[in-house]
T-cell receptor
C-alpha cells in the first residue's frame, strides 16, 4: 500500500497518560498535515510541516500537544497528560507543495479514547 | 480566518435522483476547493476539486460549481446510487503559500434509498 499510513489505528488510554501517534506520508510528498475529527464534525486543522519545518500551528494545538517530523519523512504527534476532551480521530494527510493543487491524501486515522 | 458553512447537514434522496450540497466560504484569498467523501469508519477520500480560475468541473456523475463573487461552491451528484451514501465534506484553502491547511465544513450525510 503506497498511501498514507498511521499507527496505531486505535488507542485507549487513561486520563493523564501520554500518547504518541505516528504518520507515514506518501513517499514523495513534502507536506504533512495533522487534523482532528470528532463525531459528526469535519476534520479540524492542527498543524503542518513542509519537509522537517513546522510551518503552522492551530490555536487548537494546546501546549500538551507536540508534533515532529525530524527527517522530513514520518511524523509523530504526542499528547501529554491526556484529557477526556482529547478523545477523537487523529488524521494525517500529505501532499506535494508547489504543484498545481495542494491535493491532500488522508491516512486511515488513529482513534483515541481517553477514559 | 477562513470559515466554511455547509448545507444541508443531512440529505435523503431516492436512487436515480440528483443530490446537491452547498458551501459558502468567508476568505476571498481561498483559491482551492476540494470535496471529500467519508464512509463510516474510513478515511476522507477526495472525489473532486476545483480551483478559483475555473467555474465548473465535471467528472462522470459528479460536478462542482464555483461562484467566486458570491463565495459559494456546490457539489452535484446525478443518477445517485446506494454506494453514494456517505458523509460529504467541502473544504477551502489558499494553496501555494504558507497556508495550505484545509478548512472543512461540518459535513452532509447523504442517504440514497434504493
Amino acid at each position: 500500500d503506497t498511501g498514507v499510513s498511521q499507527d496505531p489505528r486505535h488507542k485507549i488510554t487513561k486520563r493523564g497518560q501520554n500518547v504518541t501517534f505516528r504518520c507515514d506520508p506518501i513517499s514523495e510528498h513534502n507536506r504533512l498535515y495533522w487534523y482532528r475529527q470528532t463525531l459528526g464534525q469535519g476534520p479540524e486543522f492542527l498543524t503542518y510541516f513542509q519537509n522537517e519545518a513546522q510551518l503552522e500551528k492551530s490555536r487548537l494545538l494546546s501546549d500538551r500537544f507536540s508534533a515532529e517530523r525530524p527527517k522530513g519523512s514520518f511524523s509523530t504527534l504526542e499528547i501529554q497528560r491526556t484529557e477526556q476532551g482529547d478523545s477523537a480521530m487523529y488524521l494525517c494527510a500529505s501532499s506535494i507543495a508547489g504543484g498545481s493543487t495542494d491535493t491532500q491524501y488522508f491516512g486511515p486515522g488513529t482513534r483515541l479514547t481517553v477514559l | 480566518g477562513e470559515n466554511v458553512e455547509q448545507h444541508p447537514s443531512t440529505l435523503s434522496v431516492q436512487e436515480g435522483d440528483s443530490a446537491v450540497i452547498k458551501c459558502t466560504y468567508s476568505d476571498s484569498a481561498s483559491n482551492y476547493f476540494p470535496w471529500y467523501k467519508q464512509e463510516l469508519g474510513k478515511r476522507p477520500q477526495l472525489i473532486i476539486d476545483i480551483r478559483s480560475n475555473v467555474g465548473e468541473k465535471k467528472d462522470q456523475r459528479i460536478a462542482v460549481t464555483l461562484n467566486k463573487t458570491a463565495k459559494h461552491f456546490s457539489l452535484h451528484i446525478t443518477e445517485t446510487q446506494p454506494e453514494d451514501s456517505a458523509v460529504y465534506f467541502c473544504a477551502a484553502s489558499s494553496y501555494g503559500g504558507s497556508q495550505g491547511n484545509l478548512i472543512f465544513g461540518k459535513g452532509t450525510k447523504l442517504s440514497v434509498k434504493p
